[in-house]
């Protein structure tokens, strides 16, 4: 892209090589043109050479048509440059030219500016200098590879180091010794054989009173000087080791401390909160205390530092920084008498009482008549800051800390969390440049989620990119994808995740340490207090009072409640550290007990299921202890369920991560009933089953490997996935049968020959179904055999068998009744209902329906009310009354869509559809059972598609279409042909009772093949699994 024409263009060096419009970063292109635009800049405007730019792009091994690659890029610099005011780009016979406005690159500013420095005054060279070195935004030319790019980096932060040690020695004559102090102590860190810088901080420390420092740093950097370079310390160190010697300690308060870090160049995020901060501080005639709290690597310290930088000409008296956090935690009074030295007040008088309150009292005397800010970082707790507040002074304090420090009465507080994407997107753009940061935006979108949007990760992932500029954005995503590398990978200088997560995890308590860690063995995306419960096997209200601790350091987050149980998640990072605990911990067993304490738990819980189903699959696994028990009689089952299941699931696929198929497949299998099929977690189902599964098979056990593909069997059946719920009911048939589990298999052939009825295939199913009865009932399984009956029924009244159906349904109704089963009880009912309005019997099939609805409202079961509504619906159609089922229906209606019931949605909108053929409404009825037939289609029912095509027939004929009839009622025939059902036999009468006869040939000649079952499956819930009994008709 180019510039805007006419704007003023700004090119930096000092740092990433940008061009800036304004505020916003130009696109230059790819490196090399990056490159290409420092060697021409760098000259300021004079010629250089075809030669010399070919070696400052590419040293000793140019390509072989440098010049070609060269003309290139210019070609692309140009385009890039030429709208903008002052820029020209030349060519002359031996090169280029760049010409540039004067001060528009920062460079040449900064020599400026040096330049100047040399003749002013103490009170504007300090400003003067202090404008050089604020033009520095990291390391000079960041980024660009090569042999000219390096040397010129290293010259010009030589530069760079003696214009600090300049500004430091001009502060600390003019009494800023203090903040020089301060300033050093970050540059040494970087560059800690500097020796002006060295000589300059002995300087600073014995002018604010440490001596005895400024002679400790001495002697530490003459040893690494000798060990480093094998030489003594220059002429520069030994005269300031001298003077230090033999200077008295300077005793004059120091007027104006100035001890902020550096502001960040390039701090980018939480504009509001810092406008808003920044708005507090500067309350006329006010004391505020403003608290900044949020998790490890939020930014807080960056955040306070960027805010005091922003306000110090609010604070003409002073700015002072201390850190009280860190590995030894400042105790206040020791806090009190560093905070008094930075004051000016002398070693021995800021020590001289230990009674911490007359420490207080004299800091707040210090501060009286001053206006003075005080930037308190990384607190523990309220205990520490109590001291620092400044009263009535007119000064402020401004405090940082993981925790809220509710108890710190504040004029103000700040949360500071993760940044939106669009303020992590900025952060990376100016720190690696627009043209890395843009030419793969989703690349860039895929490293911020992988840094879960945290400040100091972003930051750092950003400034791996720019010490690395042959990287491109997806390579150090790629590298983050791995979460056993990425806390390693976000680490750059003195810049690293991990250690900032560490400081939080080394504040708790060691209860909390080992439920942290716990909490990284299962590695749950969403947990309660009963996981740690399960996790350390302790009591709920411990495990509460754990949660909370791990929560106020800021490992936790609070992320919604259910009812009693607050739900907590772990940022990314924060999960990924506890995992690496977890791995140096004993992982494999605390997982098995945690899953054996929540297999309890939810065995307990099904047991309050209006049908407690038996599972198939009961593993030998730890006992949990007494006071577990205990916390098991505390837990209401739904409200537990929405606020653990993501831990549930969390925990079988750790189990099967790690091979412990019993735990696995035994909390896979109990948690289908208790909640997956009741709830409709269809994901969390395919979640556990696929995971536990595969663990079964890796392992050879064959019998936990049948329970899940019975469990994969009744999900594919719940989601319409008839072909592959045969195969896996199939397959664990077998599977049950090699392991001689006689309940298993009888299980998983009562759920073949549901599969094979839902289909119309009762020539198929009745075999099936007939064969688990039986072994059902020499089990002594009542509930079991209750389903098969049931089953039975159903088939039996699909193909008109109407006396064999009531046999068994009354079979599977008293069944039911001795077990308490309401549920199958209603369905049971509802199904003799439906035998005699088959029958044509409308008295007692209103009768049996309305039951079934009365129990089903009873109940609180909405889902099954929509089923029954439906069956009576059907019945007032048939006496001649339709209108008075369209509003249950509507409602019925709601409720199936809601399920995402596929099966229960179709059947609603069918029967809508012969309601309003009934009540003579012939557009809605077509609509309704045109929606209802492509529903059917989607779900590969081709039975219940043929009815309604065979009800769509009579929307036409009674329209006085009736060509359009004769292929519906065609194509509906040979389905109920094929299948052999009671729609055969009336098929004929159905066509004469509207009317609408024609000769058989005429028929068969019309008659088409309904085409394949879509793909696509809808979903249900748990009335279709194959245990339960099936609520249609």
């Not at 008295?843 to 109940?859: D, L, M, R």
């Not at 027939?953 to 094929?978: I, K, M, T, Y």
Request: with cysteine; proline share 5%; aromatic share 4%.
């Amino acid at each position: 892209m180019s510039c805007p024409k006419g704007r003023v263009v700004r090119f930096r060096l000092l740092g990433p090589v940008e061009a800036a419009e304004e505020e916003r970063v130009v696109a230059l292109g790819a490196l090399k043109q990056r490159h290409l635009l420092a060697a021409l800049l760098f000259d300021g405007g004079h010629p250089v050479t075809f030669e010399t730019l070919i070696d400052r792009l590419w040293g000793d091994e140019p390509p072989a048509d440098a010049r070609g690659a060269l003309y290139g890029y210019v070609a692309r610099l140009r385009r890039v440059v030429k709208d903008s005011t002052g820029v020209t780009l030349v060519r002359w016979s031996g090169g280029y030219t760049l010409q540039v406005p004067a001060g528009s690159v920062d460079l040449f500013r900064f020599r400026q500016l040096l330049e100047a420095a040399r003749t002013a005054g103490p009170d504007e060279r300090l400003a003067v200098l202090e404008e050089a070195l604020g033009l520095w935004r990291g390391d000079a030319l960041a980024g660009l590879p090569g042999e000219w790019a390096q040397r010129t980096r290293e010259s010009l932060d030589q530069h760079r180091l003696g214009a600090l040690a300049d500004w430091a020695l001009t502060a600390i004559a003019r009494g800023r010794h203090a903040e020089a102090a301060d300033r050093l102590a970050v540059a040494l860190a970087r560059d800690p054989l500097c020796e002006p810088l060295i000589a300059a901080m002995m300087r600073a420390l014995h002018a604010s009173g440490r001596t005895v420092e400024a002679l400790e740093l001495f002697a530490r950097s003459r040893n690494r000087i000798i060990d480093d370079l094998g030489t003594e310390p220059g002429p520069l160190l030994r005269e300031a080791h001298t003077g230090v010697l033999r200077a008295p300690v300077a005793a004059v308060r120091e007027a104006r401390p100035f001890l902020l870090p550096p502001d960040l160049p390039d701090y980018t995020g939480f504009d509001r909160p810092v406008a808003a901060t920044v708005d507090v501080l500067r309350t006329p005639g006010a004391s505020p205390v403003v608290v900044v709290s949020g998790p490890g690597g939020a930014g807080k310290t960056a955040f306070a530092v960027h805010v005091a930088h922003a306000v110090r000409d609010h604070y003409p008296d002073g700015l002072l920084f201390l850190n009280v956090g860190g590995a030894d935690p400042l105790e206040p009074a020791e806090a009190l008498s560093r905070l008094l030295r930075m004051l000016g007040v002398t070693d021995a008088d800021a020590q001289g009482n230990s009674d911490l309150r007359e420490r207080e009292t004299r800091y707040r005397a210090e501060l009286a008549g001053r206006r003075v800010l005080v930037v308190v970082d990384d607190a523990v707790g309220a205990r520490q800051i109590h001291p620092f507040r400044p009263g009535d002074t007119g000064s402020a304090l401004l405090v940082t800390s993981r925790n809220r420090l509710v108890t710190v009465p504040a004029t103000s507080r700040v949360e500071l969390g993760m940044m939106t994407a669009a303020e992590a997107r900025a952060l990376v753009t100016r720190v690696i440049g627009a043209d890395r940061a843009e030419a793969d935006p989703h690349q860039t979108e895929r490293l911020i989620g992988l840094c879960a949007r945290l400040p100091l990760a972003v930051r750092v992932a950003a400034a791996r990119l720019a010490a690395r500029p042959h990287w491109s954005v997806r390579q150090l995503a790629d590298r983050l994808d791995d979460e056993r590398r990425r806390l390693d990978e976000l680490a750059v200088d003195d810049l690293e995740v991990r250690a900032g997560l560490a400081v939080g995890h080394r504040g708790l308590s060691p209860p909390a340490q080992l439920a942290f860690q716990a909490l990284g063995c299962l590695d749950p995306p969403v947990l309660t207090a009963v996981t740690v419960a399960a996790l350390l096997d302790i009591g709920l209200d411990e495990a509460d009072d754990l949660v909370e601790e791990i929560t106020d350091a800021r490992l936790l987050d609070v992320v919604g409640s259910d009812g009693p149980f607050t739900r907590y998640r772990m940022h990314d990072l924060v999960r990924i550290y506890a995992g690496e605990l977890a791995r140096a911990g004993p992982l494999r067993e605390t997982v098995t007990g945690a899953v054996a304490a929540l297999l309890r738990l939810v065995e307990h819980l099904a047991q309050q299921l209006p049908v407690a189903t038996p599972r198939l699959y009961h593993p030998e696994l730890p006992e949990p202890s007494a006071h577990w028990a205990a916390t098991i009689g505390r837990i209401d089952l739904p409200r537990w369920f929405d606020a653990e299941e993501p831990a549930l699931i969390a925990a079988v696929e750790r189990a099967a991560s790690l091979d412990l198929v019993a735990a696995a497949c035994g909390l896979a299998d109990a948690l289908v009933f208790a909640s997956f099929a009741a709830r409709n977690n269809f994901d969390g189902w395919e979640r556990t089953h696929t995971a536990a599964g595969a663990a079964a098979r890796r392992a050879g056990d064959r019998l936990a490997e049948a329970a899940m593909e019975c469990g994969i069997g009744q999900l594919r059946y719940a989601q319409d996935r008839f072909p592959e719920s045969r195969a896996h009911f199939s397959r664990a048939a077998e599977l049950f049968e090699a392991a001689g589990h006689d309940r298993g298999q009888a299980v998983a052939l009562n759920g073949l020959g549901t599969v094979g009825r839902e289909l119309g295939e009762h020539a198929i199913a009745l075999p099936q179904i007939n064969r688990a009865l039986a072994m059902l009932d020499r089990l002594g399984d009542d509930a079991g055999v209750a389903h098969a009956h049931y089953s039975l029924g159903f088939a039996h009244r699909e193909l008109g068998d109407d006396e064999i159906a009531l046999e068994h349904l009354a079979s599977a109704l008293t069944r039911y009744r001795r077990l308490g089963h309401r549920r199958g009880e209603l369905i049971a009912i509802r199904g003799m209902g439906l035998v005699h309005r088959a029958r044509g019997e409308l008295g007692p099939a209103e009768e049996f329906c309305s039951a079934a609805h009365t129990i089903a409202t009873g109940i609180g079961d909405t889902h099954l009310a929509a089923y029954t509504a439906q069956a009576l619906a059907k019945v007032w159609i048939r006496q001649g009354d339709p209108d008075r089922g369209l509003e249950p229906l509507r409602v019925a209606l709601a409720a199936t869509t809601v399920r995402r019931d596929g099966h229960g949605t179709a059947l609603v909108t069918r029967t809508l559809g012969e309601l309003h053929l009934a009540a003579g409404r012939l557009p809605e009825a077509a609509e309704s059972l045109e929606s209802a037939a492509q529903q059917w289609r989607d779900i590969g029912m081709e039975l219940s598609r043929a009815r309604t095509l065979r009800d769509l027939g009579a929307v036409r004929c009674a329209a006085g279409d009736h060509e359009a009839a004769h292929p519906l009622w065609a194509a509906a025939g040979d389905v109920f042909q094929n299948l052999g059902v009671r729609e055969n036999d009336e098929l004929t009468a159905w066509r004469a009772r509207f009317g609408c006869i024609c000769p058989s040939s005429q028929l068969r000649s019309t008659r088409s093949t309904l085409p394949p079952a879509s793909a696509a499956r809808s979903a249900s819930d748990q009335r279709r699994a194959a245990s339960s009994p099936n609520s249609r008709g």
